[in-house]
């Protein structure tokens, strides 16, 4: 029986596979490719790079992912295809008529998981659940519906499920929550005082109330009053408050490893977030010894894992909508309520 592929997402720098790197890939069969703007050019080119890396681990069904969830945050920018506006903007709009707000959150979605869907790639790593406060740092700004728990839960939902409806994969993010965070984690660590207490009434809830998602992302953050020592990402006590106070059974994979908020070598990262007990971990530098050693410091999936990743996988519906009609529709109906 073949072993299990590592419990691991790696990136790659360029175009196209080099021969060194699909020996790479063949060798250490990682679970997931992470794909940047780098990575991206043109459609043809974005289904070929995918079909060659799931060449080379041997499995049809290999998840590549990128990040794509509308606004600041969209790799497929380039001019080939529609872009689409943040999750703030239609956290706005719902906050002006909130089945209004969701109608169009849903439709967009439709759109733009049909548009990944046609380059087979399989997930924008999507919704953000995070609560944006007045202090929040712009590294969630207007990636966040807003500071309203209920709200952020119903457009939540709405990206969640059209996701599925089209058979993309969608990721909340990123539990057990970053609306506090005052840093940037991709240049240091945030720190949350607040009490568990706080946090479940707020930035948990709206994680708590989409526990059914079938992946979310794990923060890079430290709360003082869980674990003072670790960050959320590479902590124990945080994946099980994770499990058993939020109560999400889902696939859980950590934000990229490479980020400065975490310390250590980079293989001792991925070490740590698995030991820990999260399911993934991402590593996508996109260097090749990089990954290498990275893999090296990876496990296979375990049974638990590929239990809820098939469990995910199982929720994949095949719907797709016409990309420019529906865009063109959500567009029509910000103009029609004042929105530019």
């Not at 001019?79 to 169009?104: I, M, Q, T, V, Y």
């Not at 990206?159 to 940037?184: C, F, N, Q, T, W």
């Amino acid at each position: 029986m073949p072993s299990a592929p590592l419990a691991l997402f790696v990136g790659m720098p360029g175009l196209e596979l080099s021969a060194s790197e699909v020996a790479f890939f063949r060798e250490a069969n990682p679970f997931g490719l992470f794909l940047f703007k780098r990575n991206l050019d043109s459609p043809e080119q974005i289904r070929r790079l995918c079909a060659q890396f799931r060449e080379a681990v041997g499995r049809e069904d290999a998840p590549v992912y990128i990040d794509q969830e509308g606004g600041r945050v969209q790799r497929l920018d380039n001019g080939n295809w529609p872009l689409f506006r943040s999750l703030g903007s239609f956290g706005a709009l719902a906050r002006k008529d909130l089945e209004l707000g969701k109608r169009a959150m849903r439709l967009s979605t439709l759109a733009m998981a049909s548009m990944m869907a046609d380059l087979t790639i399989g997930s924008g790593t999507t919704p953000v659940v995070d609560l944006a406060r007045k202090g929040t740092h712009d590294v969630i700004g207007q990636r966040s519906f807003g500071d309203d728990p209920d709200l952020v839960i119903a457009m939540a939902r709405e990206v969640i499920e059209a996701m599925l409806e089209v058979g993309e994969m969608p990721i909340m993010k990123h539990i057990p929550g970053y609306g506090r965070v005052s840093v940037d984690p991709h240049f240091d660590c945030p720190v949350v005082d607040a009490t568990v207490a706080e946090m479940r009434a707020t930035d948990f809830r709206p994680f708590a109330a989409l526990k059914d998602a079938p992946w979310a992302m794990v923060a890079h953050l430290i709360f003082t009053q869980v674990d003072p020592e670790r960050p959320a990402s590479v902590s124990p006590i945080v994946c099980e408050l994770i499990r058993r106070d939020i109560g999400f059974d889902g696939v859980l994979i950590t934000d990229c490893l490479t980020m400065e908020a975490l310390k250590g070598t980079w293989p001792e990262r991925v070490r740590a977030a698995l030991d820990a007990g999260y399911d993934i971990a991402l590593h996508s530098q996109g260097d090749l010894a990089a990954s290498e050693a990275a893999a090296k410091a990876a496990s296979p999936l375990s049974s638990a894992s590929l239990a809820r990743i098939a469990r995910a996988e199982a929720r994949r519906g095949n719907r797709r909508v016409d990309v420019k009609a529906v865009h063109d529709e959500v567009e029509q109906i910000f103009r029609e309520n004042g929105f530019a």
